[in-house]
C-alpha cells in the first residue's frame, strides 16, 4: 500500500473528528494538503520540510494548470495527463520546485505534442536566467502599458457599530506590451519616498507593508524606496499594499433583526454612502444573514431590488448605482415554522460588496511610469483606479 | 481530441493488443500505445510486463515519447532491475545529446531509478553534466547528486561528487547555486556533524549575492541555508539581517517567513542597545500581519510560527492585537490558533477589547471553539490582574445563558480565578451553586465541588450539596471522587459537629469499596491524619495554597530557541524539533516509559544481539527510541554476564559538534557496586582552546544530580578528547519527566552553554538489595488487583531457568523464588529502584520451547495498609508525601504532584497494554 492511499482515510476520521488541519501526519509521513474544487493536492514528506515552501508550491501549481487548462478539475487532470506529467517534472526536481512560471513554461512545454527536430524545442535561455520571467525578443507595433490600482477594503464591524478591523489591500497590476527588453520605473506618491526626498507629508501615503512580484529589484526598493524592474510579458501583478489607517468605513449599514421564535423574522437595514457625492458605488449587494427555516419572504426598499437565496440563507439586496452621501432602506418579514428546530445556529455576519471606480480609499496616486528600452521607442503608460470591498463583514446581534 | 480516452480500454486481452501496438511500425500508433500504457499505471493498473517492449520506444527522437517512456522506467525499474539494465545505453547516449533539454531529462530520470546496477552507469555521465556548458544541465545535475547520495552515499563520496557540489555555490549562474544550496543542504541534513556547507564569511556573501537574482524557490533555499550560519560576530550578524530584510516584500509568503527565520535567529547576536535592533524589531510586523491574508493553510504555518515569535519577543507584535480577531468565515483551525495568540497578546491595554472579542465568541456555535473561548477569559483573569473582575462578571453574564457546555466551562475557569485571587469573588459562589444539577463533566463537577469544599463555611448547605454527590460516589470518574473526598474532610475540618456522619462514609467509600489505589491512598493519609492528630489534619488540610501561576503554556525557552531556528519548517507546526535520524511523529510520544519493559525486552532476549542504537541528539520529547532502557540489561543471550555491574551500552553522541560551537559530547551511563556514574566523552572540534567546564541537569524523575563537579583537569586543545567518569546520586530534586527516563543536561565552557537532553537506562537504578523478602513478596503479589497486570511473550529465548536467573541477577533483579509447575519454570523476580519502588515479575519458561513469558504486576507499594514491614522505600515516599501534602490535597497540584510522586510508584507495567 504507497503511503498515500492513507491520506483520505485519514482525512474523513479527522473531518468527522472535527479535528481537520491543513496538516495531517500517518506514521512517520506527513501530508500538507490543499483542496481546489473537487480535488486534493497533496504533498507528502517524512522529512522536516518547510511547510509554508509546500503550500505556496501547491497555490502555484494550481495556477499553472490552470493556466495551461482553464479549469482545474478531474476532468482537465485526465484530459491532459500526458502534459501533467511533463509540467510536474518542470514545476518539481526531487521535492525542489524549479521553473514555476507559465508564461515561460508555455514557451517549451506546449500542448501539441513536439516534434524533436534539430534547433527546436530547446530550454529556453530564460529558465535558468537571472531574468526569468521574460524572454528575449518580444515585439509589439504599438508599445503600451496598462496600470490597474485596485484597492480592496477590510472590515469588521462587532455587533454594537463599533470598528474592530479597517484595512486597505491595495494591488497594482500591469498589462504589458512592449517589445525587446524594457526597464520599467514606476513612481508613486510613497510617504517614506517623500521623507527621504524632502517632499514633505504633503498628499503622501504611508504604506504599510508592500510585497512585490519577483521581477522588483527588493534591495533597491529597500535602499532608496525605487520600484525598478523588467516586466513580464502579458498581465501580471507588480506589487500589493496594506495599511490600516483608519477611514471611515465608506458604506455603512445600520440592522435590526428581530426574531419572534414560532412566528416571524422582521428585518430592517439602512444603508449609508460615507464617501463623496461625486463618487458612485456600483453593484452593491448587501448579504443579510436569515434563519435557515424561514419562510414566505416579503420585501420593501427604498431603491434596488431584494431576493431570498436560500440555499445560503441570506436575503441580498441589490443596488446598482449607490451615489455617495445617499442612505437607503430596506426591509424584510419573513415567517418561522411554529416548531422550532433543534440545532443553534451561529450568527453569520452582514457582508457587503461594492465597486466604486476612479477613486482610491488610500488616496495613492501612479505619479509617473517611466519607460526606457534601448531600441528607444516612446510608450504611453495608462491608469485606472478602482476601490472595492474586500472581507467586508458587520456583525449582528 | 483529448487524453482521457487512453482510459478507457479495460478490454480482456489488453496487455496483449498493448504489446502488439508497442511494436507496430508506424511512429503514430507507438505513441498512442505508450499514453495507454502509462494511462493504465497512472490509475493503479500493472503494466510491468510490458517492460521490454515499452524500453524498446526508448530510442526516439520524439520528446514527447521520450519523456513518457522515462516515466515509465521510473516507476517500474525497480521491480525489473535486470530488464533496466537495457535502458543505460540509450541514458548515456542521451547524456551526450546536442540538445541540453534531452541531457538534463536523462540524468534527471536516471537519478530517479533507484537500482544499484544502473547508478554504477550513472557516475560518468553525471560528472560531464555537472560541468556541462548549459546551465540548464547543470542546475538538473546538482538535484541528481542528492538523489544519488539518497540512494549511495559512499558511491557519491567515493566519487569526489560533493566536492563538485559544492563548488556549484560560486556558479555564474543564480540557479545552479541555489539547486546546489537545495542538495547540499539535504545532504548535510543526514550527516549533521559533517562540515559540508563549510559556511564562512566568502560562501556567505556568494550566497547573499545569488539571493537576489534567483527565484523565488532559490531565495527559499538560500535563506533557509543561510539560517544554518552562525554569524562570528554581532557586526557581521547585522551586515546580513540588512541583506535579508528586503525579502520581507516578497510577494511569496515561503520566502518571507525564511527571511523572518534569519532575522529572528541573528536578531540574538544584535545587542538591544543598537539602534539598528529597534529598526529591525519594527520591520519584523508589518510582513507577518500581512501572512495573514495568505490562503487559509498558508495562514495557518504563519499563525504557529507567530505563537513562537509572540513568545521570543512579545514585543513584536503587542500592538497588533485586531488582526487576530476570528473572523466568522475562517477555518476552525485558524479561529483555534488567533484565540491562542490573542491571549499571549492580552495585557492591560488591550483587555477590554479581548474580553468583548472572547464573549462574542463564546456565543458562537462551534463547541470546540466556544470552550476554548470560555478558557481564553479565565486566563486573562489570571494573566491580566486588573481585568480579574471584569472576566468574572463575563464568566457570570455566559452562566446565565444556561448554555451546557458554556456554564461547565466557566465553571472550571473561576475555580482557577479562585485559586489566584483568594477570598476576592466568593460572592459569585451562590450563582455557581444554581447551576450544580446541570454539571455532567468530570472536570466541571470537581471544579465545583473544590469551589464547595474550599468554602464550606460560607455556604450554609455545603454538606448537602456534598452529600448529593455521595449517593454516585462509585459511578463518579476518579477525578470526581478524589476531589469529594477531599471536599468532605476539609468541610468535617471547618464544620465537625454536623458531618461527622458524611466524613466517615467518604472514608469507608474510599478505602473499602475502591479499587482505585489513588483514592484508597489518600483515603487512609486522612483517616490516619484525622485520628491521631486532628489540629496537624486542619493545618495540613487547610493550610494555605500556593497561588498558581499565569502562563502554565509557555514553551521552555530552549526549546523555544530550537524551535525559532526551525520558523517555516513541520517542526514549527508541530511546535517540536524534529528528529536528525528517524523523521518526526506525533503519535509515539507516549513511548518512553511503556516500552521499557515492553517491546524492548522482547526484541533482547530474542535471539539476536541486540546493539542499542545511538539515543544521540534525539530530543526525547518526541519519544526516541529507548534501545538502552530495560531492554539492554535482559539481554540473555550473550554469553557471560558481566560480574560486576550490569549492561554498558556503548557511548552514544549526545551532543554534536555542529550545536555547540565545536564541543563534541558523547556518553553512556554505568551502574557499578552501587555507584551510578556518568561515563563522558568530550571533544574539542573548535579552532580554541576550551576551559572551564561545568555541568549541571534539570530537575528529573529520580533525582539524578552530578555527585561531584565535572573535573577536567588540563584545558582541553583543539582536536583533543578527554575520558571524565561523574558520579552521580539520586538526591537531587524530583520532577517526573517525559518520557520517565529522560534527562536535560546543560555544559558549560569557556565558550558558551549548551543544553542537550538524553535518555538513561532504567537498571542504572536498581539497587543491590533489590532481592523482596519471600513472605513479602506473597503477600505483596495476592494483593495485587488483576487489572494493574501486564503481560508479554519474550521470544527466541533460548536459555533455561538457570541461565535466566542469573543473568538478571548480575543487573540487579532479582529470583525470589522459582518452582515448577506442570514443567514451566516459574521465577518470581523483584527489583527496587532507588527512590524505593518495588516491581514484581513472574517469568515462565517452558523447556523446550524457546519463549518465556513474563507477567508483571504493577509495582506495589501500599504503605498504609502494610505498615509492619520495615522498609526504607516506604519512609523515604511517606517522608516525601508529608512533607508536600498540603500542596498535593489541592486539585491544581494533585495534577502536577501526581505526575512527580505518585506515577512514579507505578512505573511502566501499569500502563503496558495486556
Known amino acids: ?397 | 481530441m483529448t487524453d482521457s480516452k487512453y482510459f478507457t480500454t479495460t478490454k480482456k486481452g489488453e496487455i496483449f493488443e498493448l504489446k502488439a501496438e508497442l511494436n507496430s511500425d508506424k511512429k503514430e500508433k507507438k505513441k498512442e500505445a505508450v499514453k495507454k500504457v502509462i494511462a493504465s499505471m497512472t490509475v493503479g493498473k500493472d503494466v510491468s510486463a510490458l517492460f521490454p517492449d515499452v524500453v524498446n520506444c526508448m530510442q526516439t527522437d520524439n520528446l514527447e515519447l521520450k519523456k513518457l517512456v522515462y516515466l515509465y522506467l521510473m516507476n517500474y525499474a525497480k521491480s525489473q532491475p535486470d530488464m533496466a539494465i537495457m535502458a543505460v545505453n540509450t541514458f548515456v547516449k542521451d547524456c551526450e545529446d546536442p540538445n541540453p533539454l534531452i541531457r538534463a531529462l536523462a540524468v534527471r530520470t536516471m537519478g530517479c531509478i533507484r537500482v544499484d546496477k544502473i547508478t554504477e552507469y550513472l557516475c560518468e555521465p553525471l560528472r560531464k553534466c555537472l560541468k556541462d556548458e548549459d546551465p540548464y544541465v547543470r542546475k538538473t545535475a546538482a538535484v541528481c547528486v542528492a538523489k544519488l547520495h539518497d540512494i549511495n552515499a559512499q558511491l557519491v563520496e567515493d566519487q569526489g561528487f560533493l566536492d563538485t557540489l559544492k563548488d556549484l555555490i560560486s556558479d555564474s549562474n543564480p540557479m545552479v547555486v541555489a539547486n546546489a544550496v537545495a542538495a547540499l543542504s539535504e545532504i548535510a541534513e543526514s550527516h549533521p556533524s559533517s562540515n559540508l556547507l563549510d559556511l564562512n564569511p566568502q560562501s556567505i556573501n556568494k550566497l547573499l549575492t545569488a539571493l537576489n537574482e534567483c527565484t523565488e524557490w532559490g531565495q527559499i533555499f538560500i535563506l533557509d541555508c543561510l539560517a544554518n550560519y552562525t554569524p562570528k560576530d554581532d557586526r557581521e550578524a547585522q551586515s546580513i539581517c540588512e541583506r535579508v530584510t528586503p525579502r520581507l516584500s516578497h510577494a511569496n509568503s515561503a520566502v518571507v517567513l525564511s527571511a523572518v527565520k534569519v532575522l529572528m535567529k541573528f536578531m540574538e547576536m544584535l545587542s538591544k542597545d543598537l539602534d539598528y535592533y529597534g529598526t529591525l524589531l519594527k520591520k519584523l510586523a508589518p510582513p507577518l500581519v500581512t501572512l495573514l491574508s495568505a490562503e487559509p493553510e498558508l495562514q495557518y504555518v504563519a499563525l504557529r510560527n507567530i505563537n513562537l515569535i509572540v513568545q521570543k519577543r512579545p514585543e513584536i507584535l503587542k500592538h497588533e492585537m485586531k488582526v487576530f480577531f476570528v473572523k466568522y468565515n475562517d477555518p476552525i483551525y485558524v479561529k483555534l490558533e488567533k484565540l491562542d495568540i490573542m491571549i499571549r497578546l492580552a495585557s492591560q491595554a488591550n483587555i477590554a477589547q479581548v474580553l468583548a472579542e472572547l464573549k462574542e465568541y463564546a456565543t458562537e456555535v462551534d463547541v470546540d471553539f466556544v470552550r476554548k473561548a470560555v478558557r481564553a477569559i479565565g486566563r486573562c483573569a489570571i494573566k491580566v490582574e486588573q481585568s480579574a473582575e471584569r472576566c468574572v462578571s463575563t464568566l457570570l453574564d455566559l452562566i446565565q445563558t444556561k448554555v451546557n457546555y458554556v456554564v461547565q466551562e466557566a465553571i472550571v475557569v473561576i475555580k482557577d480565578i479562585f485559586r489566584k485571587y483568594p477570598n476576592k469573588y466568593e460572592s459569585v459562589i451562590a450563582t455557581l451553586c444554581e447551576n450544580l444539577d446541570s454539571l455532567d463533566e468530570p472536570e466541571a463537577r470537581a471544579a465545583m465541588i473544590w469551589i464547595v469544599g474550599e468554602y464550606a463555611e460560607r455556604i450554609d448547605n455545603a454538606d448537602e450539596l456534598l452529600e448529593s454527590f455521595l449517593e454516585g460516589f462509585h459511578d463518579e470518574s476518579t477525578q470526581v471522587q478524589l476531589q469529594l473526598l477531599t471536599g468532605i474532610v476539609k468541610l468535617f475540618l471547618k464544620k465537625p459537629t454536623e458531618t461527622q456522619e458524611l466524613v466517615q462514609q467518604v472514608l469507608s467509600l474510599a478505602t473499602q469499596d475502591s479499587d482505585n489505589p489513588d483514592l484508597r491512598d489518600r483515603g487512609y493519609i486522612y483517616w490516619r491524619l484525622l485520628s491521631t492528630d486532628p489540629v496537624a489534619a486542619k493545618e495540613v488540610v487547610l493550610a494555605e495554597k500556593p497561588l498558581i501561576s499565569e502562563e502554565t503554556d509557555l514553551i521552555e525557552p530552549t526549546l523555544l530557541d530550537e524551535l525559532i531556528c526551525y520558523i517555516g519548517t513541520l517542526a514549527s507546526v508541530y511546535h517540536k524539533p524534529p528528529m536528525s535520524g528517524p523523521p518526526l511523529t506525533t503519535s509515539s510520544v507516549q513511548m518512553g516509559a511503556v516500552d521499557l519493559l515492553g517491546g524492548g525486552l522482547d526484541s533482547l532476549i530474542g535471539g539476536t544481539n541486540f546493539v542499542a542504537p545511538p539515543t544521540a541528539a534525539v530530543p526525547a520529547s518526541l519519544g526516541a527510541p529507548i534501545g538502552s532502557g530495560l531492554s539492554d540489561l535482559f539481554d540473555l543471550t550473550s554469553g557471560v554476564g558481566t560480574l560486576s555491574g550490569s549492561y554498558v551500552a556503548p557511548k552514544a553522541v549526545w551532543l554534536p559538534a555542529m550545536k555547540a560551537k565545536g564541543l563534541e559530547i558523547s556518553g553512556t551511563f554505568t551502574r557499578q557496586v552501587g555507584s551510578i556514574s556518568m561515563d563522558l566523552q568530550l571533544t574539542n572540534k573548535a579552532l580554541q582552546v576550551m576551559t572551564d567546564f561545568a555541568i549541571q541537569f534539570n530537575r528529573n524523575s529520580f533525582g539524578l544530580a552530578p555527585a561531584a563537579p565535572l573535573q577536567v583537569h588540563a584545558p582541553l586543545s583543539p582536536n583533543q578528547t578527554v575520558e571524565i567518569s561523574l558520579p552521580l546520586s539520586t538526591v537531587g530534586s524530583v520532577m517526573k519527566m517525559e518520557p520517565l527516563n529522560n534527562l536535560q543536561v546543560a555544559v558549560k565552557n569557556n565558550i558558551d552553554v549548551f543544553y542537550f537532553s538524553t535518555l538513561y537506562p532504567l537498571h542504572i537504578l536498581f539497587v543491590e538489595d533489590g532481592k523482596m523478602d519471600r513472605q513479602m513478596f506473597l503477600a505483596t503479589w495476592k494483593d495485587i488487583p488483576n487489572e494493574n497486570e501486564a503481560q508479554f511473550q519474550i521470544r527466541d529465548c533460548p536459555l533455561n531457568a538457570e541461565a535466566v536467573s542469573s543473568k538478571l541477577q548480575s543487573s540487579n533483579i532479582f529470583t525470589v523464588a522459582k518452582r515448577n509447575v506442570e514443567g514451566q519454570d516459574m521465577l518470581y523476580q523483584s527489583l527496587k529502584l532507588t527512590n524505593g519502588i518495588w516491581v514484581l515479575a513472574e517469568l515462565r519458561i517452558q523447556p523446550g520451547n524457546p519463549s518465556c513469558t513474563v507477567r508483571a504486576p504493577a509495582p506495589t507499594l501500599r504503605p498504609w495498609s502494610l505498615p509492619f514491614v520495615p522498609c526504607q522505600g516506604v519512609v523515604l515516599v511517606e517522608d516525601a508525601v508529608q512533607a508536600s501534602l498540603q500542596a498535593w490535597l489541592e486539585p491544581e497540584s494533585v495534577r502536577s504532584l501526581k505526575r512527580t510522586f505518585l506515577e512514579s510508584f507505578h512505573i511502566h507495567p501499569v500502563r503496558l497494554p495486556r
Open chain 1, 1 to 397: 500500500m504507497s503511503k498515500i492511499e492513507h491520506f483520505m482515510p485519514l482525512l474523513v476520521q479527522r473531518e468527522e473528528e472535527g479535528a481537520l488541519a491543513p496538516l495531517l501526519s500517518h506514521g512517520e509521513v506527513h501530508f500538507l494538503w490543499i483542496k481546489h474544487s473537487n480535488l486534493y493536492l497533496v504533498a507528502t514528506t517524512s522529512k522536516n520540510a518547510n511547510a509554508s515552501l509546500v503550500y505556496s508550491f501547491l497555490y502555484k501549481t494550481i495556477e499553472v494548470f490552470c493556466e495551461y487548462f482553464k479549469e482545474l478539475e478531474e476532468e482537465s487532470i485526465r484530459d491532459n495527463f500526458v502534459i501533467v506529467y511533463e509540467l510536474l517534472d518542470e514545476l518539481m526536481d526531487f521535492g525542489f520546485p524549479q521553473t514555476t512560471d507559465s508564461k515561460i513554461l508555455q514557451e517549451y512545454i506546449t500542448q501539441q505534442s513536439n516534434k524533436l527536430e534539430t534547433g527546436k524545442s530547446r530550454v529556453p535561455p530564460t529558465v535558468t536566467n537571472a531574468v526569468s520571467w521574460r524572454s528575449e525578443g518580444i515585439k509589439y507595433k504599438k508599445n503600451e502599458v496598462f496600470i490597474d490600482v485596485i484597492e480592496s477594503v477590510n472590515l469588521l464591524v462587532n455587533a454594537n457599530g463599533s470598528v474592530l478591523l479597517s484595512e486597505i489591500v491595495g494591488t497594482i497590476k500591469l498589462k504589458v506590451f512592449l517589445s525587446g527588453m524594457p526597464e520599467l520605473r514606476l513612481g508613486l506618491n510613497d510617504r517614506v519616498l517623500f521623507e527621504l526626498t524632502g517632499r514633505g507629508k504633503n498628499k503622501s501615503v504611508e504604506l504599510e507593508d508592500v510585497k512585490f512580484h519577483q521581477c522588483v529589484r527588493l534591495s533597491r526598493f529597500d535602499n532608496d524606496r525605487t520600484i525598478s524592474f523588467i516586466p513580464p510579458d502579458g498581465d501580471f501583478e507588480l506589487m500589493s499594499y496594506r495599511l490600516s489607517t483608519q477611514v471611515k468605513p465608506l458604506i455603512w449599514i445600520e440592522s435590526v433583526i428581530e426574531k419572534f421564535s414560532h412566528s416571524r423574522v422582521e428585518i430592517m437595514v439602512k444603508a449609508k454612502g460615507q464617501f463623496k457625492k461625486q463618487s458612485v458605488a456600483n453593484s452593491v449587494e448587501i448579504a443579510v444573514p436569515v434563519p435557515s427555516d424561514a419562510d414566505s419572504p416579503r420585501f420593501k426598499t427604498s431603491v434596488g431590488s431584494a431576493k431570498y437565496v436560500p440555499e445560503r440563507n441570506v436575503v441580498i439586496w441589490s443596488i446598482k448605482s449607490f451615489p455617495g452621501g445617499k442612505e437607503y432602506l430596506m426591509r424584510a418579514h419573513f415567517g418561522l415554522p411554529s416548531v422550532e428546530k433543534e440545532e443553534v445556529e451561529g450568527r453569520p455576519p452582514i457582508g457587503v460588496k461594492f465597486e466604486i471606480p476612479y477613486f482610491t480609499v488610500s488616496g495613492i496616486q501612479v505619479r509617473y511610469m517611466k519607460i526606457i528600452e534601448k531600441s528607444g521607442y516612446q510608450a504611453l503608460p495608462w491608469v485606472r483606479y478602482i476601490t472595492q470591498s474586500g472581507d467586508y463583514q458587520l456583525r449582528t446581534s
